[in-house]
Structures are given as structure tokens and as C-alpha cells.
């Protein structure tokens, strides 16, 4: 079983928004960051949006005032709320949940198969 599972990716016109979730697999446990990454073809993996348990919240630039992140911990999902898309956000979107140490380092994270999110003009 997949440690989190994706959904919500597709094609999309620029200027359109589309929901991704996460929902992480019974046995992931212990999360205390969840969020989502991005790789556009040809390019490095970049943060997109992520959030603590203690409600810190962290958007790339490009992103914030369009990009909404949400997370439920109870029920251990995260959600991105992406708002006028543009061409540039076209990438595969993935999950990532973080265990983490009191400095805040990673201890353990688990990472989701990804999801396509294509923008066309």
C-alpha cells in the first residue's frame, strides 16, 4: 500500500483551478508537516505549499496569492486549492508528510506517486 495517495491532478486552461488531496495510507502516523512539491519537465523538484502541526505555513513565491494549502490532522490529509493557473504550474504535483525532529530537521518523510497538472494556453 502507498504510504499517501493522490488524487485530483488533470488538464486544465490557464486562468482555471483545479483541488489536489492527500490522504495518508493507515500506518503513517506521527506526521508533523504535510505539503506538496512539484517537477516541471526538465527542472529541479521545488516546494510548492507545506504546513506544520503547529500551523507554519510556507508557499513558494510564484505561487502565493493563488495556491491555497489546508490540512485536516485528524484525518491525516492535505489539500492544495490551486487558483488561476498558468502555463508554468504545469508539472507533476507530489505529496510529502514529514516526521520531524525538535529542531525541526526531517527525521522521516514519505512521498506520494504524483499527479500530473498540465495548463494549457
Known amino acids: 500500500q502507498e504510504p499517501l495517495v493522490e488524487s485530483g491532478g488533470g488538464l486544465v486552461q490557464s486562468g482555471g483551478s483545479l483541488r489536489l488531496s492527500c490522504a495518508a495510507a493507515v500506518g503513517v502516523f506521527s506526521i508533523n508537516a504535510m505539503g506538496w512539491y512539484r517537477q516541471a519537465p526538465g527542472k529541479q523538484l521545488e516546494l510548492v505549499a507545506s504546513k506544520t502541526n503547529r500551523v507554519t505555513t510556507t508557499y513558494a513565491d510564484s505561487v502565493k496569492g493563488r495556491f491555497t494549502i489546508s490540512r485536516d490532522t485528524v484525518k491525516r490529509t492535505v489539500d492544495l486549492k490551486m487558483n488561476n493557473l498558468r502555463y508554468e504550474d504545469t508539472a507533476v504535483y507530489y505529496c510529502?508528510?514529514?516526521?520531524?525532529?525538535?529542531?525541526?530537521?526531517?527525521?522521516?518523510?514519505?512521498w506520494g506517486q504524483g499527479t500530473q497538472v498540465t495548463v494549457y494556453s
Open positions: 510529502r508528510a514529514a516526521i520531524l525532529d525538535v529542531d525541526g530537521s526531517t527525521r522521516y518523510e514519505y
